[in-house]
T-cell receptor
Framework: NAGVTQTPKFRVLKTGQSMTLLCAQDMNHEYMYWYRQDPGMGLRLIHYSVGEGTTAKGEVPDGYNVSRLKKQNFLLGLESAAPSQTSVYFC????????????FGQGTRLTVV | DQQVKQNSPSLSVQEGRISILNCDYTNSMFDYFLWYKKYPAEGPTFLISISSIKDKNEDGRFTVFLNKSAKHLSLHIVPSQPGDSAVYFCAARDPNEKLTFGTGTRLTIIP
């Protein structure tokens, strides 16, 4: 059982380049989240999805887009990367029942130079 | 606007003693609270949770307390062990399933 898998694990981008981070979960979870972790800032929510075909903005959505075309996948896109988007990105998924936790992937370390 | 706050960036505790990590929140609509533990280069892992209708939940060495009137929750670890050294995040969920995290507290257990 793979749980939540993030691809890639590491990436270096040049300013202005674009890329897509992929999150895949095999637990049939309805909810999926994208966070970024920066020193002293904790985990900040970028975008989230409560079901296939739906997305919503989190705390820091600017510069990112997301899509949830399939229930098991949640894609995070950077159209024109900026150095301020250098961060560790985490994906999480959760079930639509009360009192259950979200499960996290192992993270993607992105550096924009 | 930080809706979930962990005001102590770091905490050091002697092995065998009690560790108390604190978290404050501002949104009264939060209905579920969670604590996560994170080791370097790994994703956060779930530790313990509590519903807003309860004031205490216990799981082995870990107990979470919720004071709704003060909008405050705390995580107690007793006895503390070296393997507990990690960054701890509190999180709160609202009715729209949005999950908001605090800034984290780095716990160091001193042997």
């Amino acid at each position: 059982n793979a749980g939540v898998t993030q691809t890639p694990k590491f990436r270096v981008l040049k300013t202005g380049q674009s890329m897509t981070l992929l999150c895949a979960q095999d637990m049939n979870h309805e909810y999926m989240y994208w966070y970024r972790q920066d020193p002293g800032m904790g985990l900040r929510l970028i975008h989230y999805s409560v079901g296939e075909g739906t997305t919503a903005k989190g705390e820091v959505p600017d510069g990112y887009n997301v899509s949830r075309l399939k229930k098991q996948n949640f894609l995070l896109g950077l159209e024109s990367a900026a150095p301020s988007q250098t961060s560790v990105y985490f994906c999480a998924s959760g079930h639509r029942t009360s009192n259950t936790e979200a499960f996290f992937g192992q993270g993607t370390r992105l550096t924009v130079v | 606007d930080q809706q979930v706050k962990q005001n102590s960036p770091s905490l050091s505790v002697q092995e065998g003693r009690i560790s108390i990590l604190n978290c404050d929140y501002t949104n009264s609509m939060f209905d579920y609270f969670l604590w996560y533990k994170k080791y370097p280069a790994e994703g956060p892992t779930f530790l313990i949770s509590i519903s807003s209708i309860k004031d205490k939940n216990e799981d082995g060495r870990f107990t979470v307390f919720l004071n709704k009137s003060a909008k405050h929750l705390s995580l107690h670890i007793v006895p503390s062990q070296p393997g507990d050294s990690a960054v701890y995040f509190c999180a709160a969920r609202d009715p729209n399933e949005k999950l908001t995290f605090g800034t984290g507290t780095r716990l160091t257990i001193i042997p």
